[in-house]
């Protein structure tokens, strides 16, 4: 599986990005997809994510401000971020999980920035 992602930027604090991510290969094998984030000098954590039926998760951060969403047809997913915070700065990586919960692939990372 091969995920491209899209939709970074630098945006001022409130404001709001959409992010995209593309899978291509053996997306059949793709059971759940969703975003994790890496700010400088902390670990990477799970934004959002959404199973194939479309169930979501979002973790307590940014529940009421993100949206995650699926186009299964299309085999791509997206994160509308809304009211963004300068502590949603980060690199923004797209995942698919297998069946197995295992994560399969990761995106290259997409940058963003808000500012204050």
């Known amino acids: 599986v091969q995920l491209v992602e899209s939709g970074g930027g630098l945006v001022q604090a409130g404001g709001s990005l959409r992010l995209s991510c593309a899978a291509s290969?053996?997306?059949?094998?793709?059971?759940?997809m969703g975003w994790h984030r890496q700010a400088p000098g902390k670990q990477r954590e799970l934004v959002a994510r959404?199973?194939?039926?479309?169930?979501?998760d979002y973790t307590d951060s940014v529940k009421g401000r993100f949206t995650i969403s699926r186009d299964n047809a299309k085999s791509t997913v997206y994160l509308q971020m809304d009211s963004l915070k300068p502590e949603d700065t980060a690199v923004y990586y797209c995942?698919?999980?297998?069946?197995?919960?295992?994560?399969?692939?990761w995106g290259q990372g997409t940058q963003v920035t808000v500012s204050s």
């Open positions: 995942a698919a999980e297998g069946y197995g919960r295992q994560i399969v692939s």
């Open positions: 290969g053996t997306v059949w094998s793709i059971n759940v």
């Open positions: 959404v199973g194939n039926g479309g169930s979501t």
